[in-house]
């Protein structure tokens, strides 16, 4: 016998399985090597282009170079030289052109003065460290789900916007002739 609540269940895994993940870019970013490998290894289980920076500069000048696609998410860790995860994503939040990209921090920091902080510098997620991989994989299946629907809204609003444009130039013309 089915319920509706099995019904709601295979609803949802639905929405997971049309939700395509190989159209997406993960940054991962972390001064330490060892981090970098562990975090792209766990991230092979998703279709994802992962890319690499290894200190907050080298990230900010990525994501400015413009040669690649801009991230879909960032794995961001807080502890780095040069520029701080905090700062990272700071300068990232406060821009208008990168603010929607989610970033998840990857820390072995869990003070709730660090969390604090990374709230407050716009920070979507933690995950801590050492990183569990089932929890890192659902946390970042979730944040790029939420980064397609938000596009998706996007085009939706920017589509409606020009046919109601549309629809006042046709009114205005009406109502010249």
Do not use: W
Request: with cysteine.
């Amino acid at each position: 016998m089915n319920n509706g609540a099995d019904t709601n269940k295979v609803e949802a895994r639905q929405d997971e399985v049309d939700f395509d993940l190989s159209q997406s870019r993960i940054l991962i970013v972390d001064d330490n090597e060892q981090n970098v490998e562990l975090l792209q290894a766990y991230l092979d289980a998703l279709p994802c282009e992962v890319d690499v920076a290894y200190d907050g500069v080298e990230a900010i000048e990525f994501i400015e170079d413009g040669e690649k696609a801009l991230p879909d998410l960032i794995l961001l860790d807080i502890m780095m030289p040069k520029m701080s995860g905090f700062e990272v994503c700071r300068k990232l939040k406060d821009d208008p052109a990168t603010r929607s990209i989610p970033i998840m921090m990857v820390t072995a920091l869990n003070e709730l003065g660090d969390i604090e902080r990374g709230v407050e510098s716009g920070t979507d997620d933690f995950v801590t460290k050492p990183v569990n991989k089932l929890e890192l994989l659902t946390r970042v299946k979730s944040l790029l789900r939420v980064r397609h629907l938000k596009r998706e809204l996007d085009r939706t609003e920017a589509y409606i916007k020009n046919l109601q444009r549309e629809a006042e130039d046709d009114q205005m013309q009406d109502d010249a002739e």
